[in-house]
């Protein structure tokens, strides 16, 4: 299996524009996460989505951020405008789900933004 | 949803050494995870550890978890400079997020 694909792998861009982050989830799972990683602040779940809709996006900081997953094998996460703040990790991870369900994450390899 | 503690924040030993990482968290869990990052790759699941076991081993890793006192233990048994990364644990309610905290840091010295 591929495992989760993310797209961008890195991303340099100027304030003001938007961003796009991609995710292909594994094939067959029901859960996908979006996290976000910095040194100041760790690890920081901001959204996820159980069989395409979100359940909880309590951790999305603000209203530049939005994501999508308009089908079971892709998910977008969005930022506009962005903003040098934003620089940071973006890790997508996807689990087997309520199948499982233990709640194990696979993880992608990140896409890392970097806002000037 | 809650997240681990872990302790301590970073941890440096010989290769060789045995290496012990602590994990505290707050209410009751279905299951405790382990997870590692290397530096600039995503995370990979170590181990799980459900709420009625305690005591898990997977070839170097032992976890145990102590559900009264609401903490767990990931150990590394002779630890190879391959094992230098950062450690998370994530326990697990009733809900399917799962919060890290800020990890533990393991340098391995050769």
């Known amino acids: 299996d591929a495992g989760v694909i993310q797209s961008p792998r890195h991303e340099v861009t100027e304030m003001g524009q938007e961003v796009t982050l991609r995710c292909k989830p594994i094939?067959?799972?029901?859960?996908l996460f979006w996290y976000r990683q910095t040194m100041m602040r760790g690890l920081e779940l901001l959204i996820y989505?159980?069989?395409?809709?979100?359940?909880?996006d309590s951790g999305m900081p603000e209203d530049r951020f939005s994501a999508k997953m308009p089908n079971a094998s892709f998910s977008t996460l969005k930022i506009q405008p962005s903003e040098p703040r934003d620089s940071a990790v973006y890790f997508c991870?996807?689990?087997?789900?309520?199948?499982?369900?233990?709640?194990?994450?696979?993880f992608g390899e990140g896409s890392r933004l970097t806002v000037l | 949803s809650q997240q681990g503690e872990e302790d301590p924040q970073a941890l440096s030993i010989q290769e060789g050494e045995n290496a012990t990482m602590n994990c505290s968290y707050k209410t009751s869990i279905n299951n405790l995870q382990w997870y590692r990052q290397n530096s600039g790759r995503g995370l990979v699941h170590l181990i799980l550890i459900r709420s009625n076991e305690r005591e898990k081993h997977s070839g170097r890793l032992r976890v145990t978890l102590d559900t009264s006192k609401k903490s767990s233990s990931l150990l590394i048994t002779a630890s190879r400079a391959a094992d230098t990364a950062s450690y998370f644990c994530?326990?697990?309610?009733?809900?399917?997020?799962?919060?890290f905290g800020q990890g533990t840091r393991l340098t391995i010295n050769p």
């Open positions: 989505f159980n069989n395409n809709v979100p359940i909880d």
């Open positions: 094939s067959g799972h029901n859960s």
């Open positions: 991870a996807s689990s087997p789900g309520t199948g499982s369900n233990t709640g194990e994450l696979f």
């Open positions: 994530a326990p697990l309610e009733g809900a399917q997020k799962l919060v």
